[in-house]
């Protein structure tokens, strides 16, 4: 489910990403589960929630969609 609405209100967005963390050197997989404010909530496999600006542009942070 992808449901996407710009502006200042949260939208619920269920789908599959994985983010890379330089500092760990690692790849680790979650879900978007919302989007507020240019913003994204991502809810990894471990069950922990953090919040990350997921784009195109520079200084974003690196991420995949996955199947």
């Not at 983010?19 to 989007?35: E, H, N, T």
Request: glycine share 12%; hydrophobic share 40%.
């Amino acid at each position: 489910v992808i449901t996407w609405l710009h502006g200042a209100h949260a939208t619920r967005v269920l789908f599959q990403v994985r983010l890379y963390w330089a500092g760990d050197r690692k790849w680790y997989a979650g879900r978007v589960v919302s989007f507020s404010r240019g913003v994204h909530r991502l809810q990894y496999d471990d069950g922990i929630n953090k919040w990350h600006r997921l784009g195109e542009g520079l200084g974003e942070e690196r991420w995949e969609l996955l199947p």
